[in-house]
């Protein structure tokens, strides 16, 4: 019988957010694909797991992607780790469920969902959150303004990704292009970990915020729906 691949979500920092069906399966499965070895290796030590680990990333060969599939049919059982969130949610995982998918393997895929850094954003917005847009990371050279259109054209919450080094940039372009000042938004720095700093207000008004503090670690911003 073929074996099943496990999507399994792991902490965005406090390692506290992992499931107890995470640790179960991780402490089950034959093997565990991850990004960054030395990253799952520590979190694996920290709840006594002891696995075979292997690096697996967008830019794996293709062989890589065959060799895990030739695995799982001949029965062996394997967990997906990002090194942080969740699994295929701007991380690499897609790329092998959809080699399985799309090849027609009858291989089970299981999700274990947990911890994910646009949805804790996304729930402590306060915006209304029936309906929402994730723009994953800002282009980082090109169409950066077409993206921000996208992203202030939005009528529902939008939420993207952004590194240390470009959120007062990109919050500067975006408040450059909003027609609307008053409109909110909200970027959350760090969560779950012991820096943790959520930031409201308008675009100019968090980038001010934002300033004052020392401008380190992780962020994830949402933007509330265009008004009127
Ligand atoms: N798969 C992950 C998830 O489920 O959230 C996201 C992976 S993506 C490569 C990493 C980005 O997510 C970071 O650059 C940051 O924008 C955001 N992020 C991850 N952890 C975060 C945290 N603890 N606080 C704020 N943002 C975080």
Redesign the pocket.
Same mark, same amino acid.
């Given at each position: 019988m073929a074996g099943v691949l496990y999507i399994v979500?792991t902490p965005?920092?406090n390692l506290n957010d992992i499931t107890r069906r995470a640790i179960e399966t991780l402490g089950a499965v034959d093997l565990i694909l991850c990004e960054d070895t030395r990253t799952s290796q520590k979190l694996l030590a920290h709840f006594g797991i002891e696995k075979p680990l292997q690096s697996y990333h967008q830019h794996s060969a293709l062989q890589k992607t065959e060799s895990i599939i030739a695995a799982l049919k001949e029965g062996k059982n394997i967990a997906l780790v990002? #090194? =942080?969130? $969740?699994?295929?949610?701007? #991380?690499p995982g897609n790329q092998l469920v959809a080699a399985l998918t799309v090849l027609g393997q009858d291989i089970k895929i299981v999700p274990l969902p947990g *911890?994910?850094? =646009?949805i =804790? *954003?996304l729930s402590v917005s306060g915006f209304p959150t029936d309906k929402f847009v994730f723009l994953g +990371?800002p282009p980082v050279k090109n169409k950066r303004q077409k993206y921000f259109e996208e992203l202030l054209a939005c009528e529902y919450a939008a939420v993207f990704?952004?590194?240390n080094f470009r959120i007062l940039k990109t919050l500067a372009e975006i408040d450059a292009l909003n027609p609307d000042k008053g409109r909110r938004a909200l970027v959350?720095?760090?969560? $779950?970990?012991m820096f943790?700093t959520v930031y409201r207000g308008t675009v100019s008004e968090v980038a001010e915020k934002i300033k004052k503090d020392p401008l380190k670690?992780? +962020?994830?911003a949402v933007f509330e729906g265009k008004r009127g």
């Open positions: 979500a965005i920092g990002s #090194d =942080a969130g $969740t699994p295929g949610i701007s #991380d *911890a994910n850094a =646009a =804790a *954003a +990371f990704y952004e590194s959350c720095r760090e969560l $779950t970990k943790e670690g992780e +962020f994830v």
